[in-house]
C-alpha cells in the first residue's frame, strides 16, 4: 500500500526505558509539511493462547492487572523474550501459566493492540490437544486457572470480568469456529 | 470477584505526562509480600464504531500509524476528551473520520487493549444507519475513507493491512452478526 500518508521522523527523544516498555517522543513531518509530536510506547511483543481442554472447555488465567487496579480473567499470555520465537513462545506461557503442554498448537493471527500509541504486536494461537504439565509462573506473577464452557465466558464478558481484547477476540473466535458446547 | 492476587502500591514515580499518553512507574507489594514494579500507561480511553452503509459495506479509515511505521485500515475510532460520553464521542469521531452521520448508534462492548501495561478502555458502537455529513478530522490526522465487503476485510485481514484488535474484532462481530454479504 502506497504510503501517502508517510511521517517523517525529524527526531526521536527517548523519555524511558523499562523491563517491559519503552517510552520515545518523535517529532514528525506530517504529509502538508507541518510538524506534530507522536508518543510512541514500544513493546517486545507477545503472544496468547487459545486452548481447549478434552471436555471442551477454554482454559483462562484470572490475575490481577495493575493498570486497572483490578482482577480480570484472560485467555494465557505473555511477552516475547529477545529473539524468541512466537510459536515457541505460546507453548512455553501456555505451560507456565496454566501447567498444560500443548501437543500441537496452531497459529491463527496477529494484531497490533493500541496502533494509535503503541508497537505491540499479539500472536494468537489455538490448540485443542493439550495433556498435564508443569505450571511455573514468573516470580511477580499471581494466578489462578479456570476451565469453562464458551457460555460461562460469555457470562464473564457480560460481567466484565473477562475485559480485554485478545479474549474477547478468543471467545468470538470459538464462536464462529463452533469449537466450544 | 475477590482479589486474591491483589498489588498494593507502595509509591508511584511520574515518569512523563504527553497529549495522548501517561507513564507512572509504581512499586507494588506481591501477595507473597515481595515487591515489584509495574510501568503503567494511563491512557483516556476510546471509541471505535462498526458502521454499515446503505450497501451493506463496512466504513474503514486508512492512516499511517507512526509507532508502527506502516499504514494499516481501521474501523473509525479515537481517544475520548475529558468527560465526554462516550456515545457522543462515536458519532463525532465517525462523522469527524468518515463524513458520515450516524442516525442511531448501538453500543455493542468495551475491553482493555492491553492490561498488563495499559489502562486504555475502548468502547466498541455498531451503526447501520447513517447520513452524509462532514468530514472534518484533527490537523495532525490524514486519512482516507475505504467502505469494503467483508469478503474485502477478510482479504485485507490475511494480507495484514487490516491489522489491529478493535477491526479484527468488528470483522467477528459482523461474520457472527451475518450483517454483510
Same mark, same amino acid.
Given at each position: 500500500?502506497?504510503?501517502?500518508?508517510?511521517?517523517?521522523?525529524?527526531?526521536?527523544?527517548?523519555?524511558?526505558?523499562?523491563?517491559?516498555?519503552? &517510552?520515545?517522543?518523535?517529532? /514528525? $513531518?506530517? @504529509?502538508? !509539511? =507541518?510538524?506534530?509530536?507522536? #508518543?510512541?510506547?514500544?513493546?517486545?511483543?507477545?503472544?496468547?493462547?487459545?486452548?481447549?481442554?478434552?471436555?471442551?472447555?477454554?482454559?483462562?488465567?484470572?490475575?490481577?492487572?495493575?493498570? &486497572?487496579?483490578?482482577?480480570? /480473567? $484472560?485467555? @494465557?499470555? !505473555? =511477552?516475547?523474550?529477545?529473539? #524468541?520465537?512466537?510459536?515457541?513462545?505460546?507453548?512455553?506461557?501456555?505451560?507456565?501459566?496454566?501447567?498444560?503442554?500443548?501437543?500441537?498448537?496452531?497459529?491463527?493471527?496477529?494484531?497490533?493492540?493500541?496502533?494509535?500509541?503503541?508497537?505491540?504486536?499479539?500472536?494468537?494461537?489455538?490448540?485443542?490437544?493439550?495433556?498435564?504439565?508443569?505450571?511455573?509462573?514468573?516470580?511477580?506473577?499471581?494466578?489462578?486457572?479456570?476451565?469453562?464452557?464458551?457460555?460461562?465466558?460469555?457470562?464473564?464478558?457480560?460481567?466484565?470480568?473477562?475485559?480485554?481484547?485478545?479474549?474477547?477476540?478468543?471467545?468470538?473466535?470459538?464462536?464462529?469456529?463452533?469449537?466450544?458446547?
Amino acid at each position: 500500500m502506497k504510503d501517502e500518508f508517510y511521517e517523517k521522523t525529524i527526531s526521536t527523544k527517548p523519555i524511558f526505558s523499562g523491563r517491559v516498555i519503552d &517510552l520515545v517522543v518523535k517529532d /514528525v $513531518e506530517l @504529509p502538508d !509539511g =507541518k510538524t506534530s509530536k507522536r #508518543e510512541i510506547i514500544n513493546h517486545p511483543g507477545a503472544v496468547a493462547v487459545i486452548a481447549l481442554t478434552k471436555e471442551n472447555k477454554i482454559l483462562l488465567v484470572k490475575q490481577f492487572r495493575k493498570p &486497572l487496579e483490578k482482577t480480570i /480473567v $484472560e485467555i @494465557p499470555a !505473555g =511477552k516475547l523474550e529477545i529473539g #524468541e520465537d512466537p510459536l515457541e513462545c505460546a507453548k512455553r506461557e501456555l505451560e507456565e501459566e496454566t501447567g498444560y503442554k500443548a501437543l500441537n498448537i496452531k497459529f491463527i493471527t496477529s494484531f497490533y493492540t493500541s496502533p494509535g500509541f503503541a508497537d505491540e504486536l499479539i500472536h494468537i494461537y489455538f490448540t485443542d490437544q493439550i495433556e498435564i504439565g508443569e505450571i511455573n509462573c514468573d516470580e511477580d506473577e499471581f494466578l489462578s486457572v479456570m476451565e469453562i464452557s464458551l457460555q460461562e465466558a460469555e457470562k464473564l464478558i457480560e460481567q466484565q470480568i473477562i475485559h480485554d481484547a485478545k479474549t474477547v477476540y478468543a471467545i468470538q473466535f470459538l464462536k464462529l469456529k463452533g469449537g466450544l458446547t
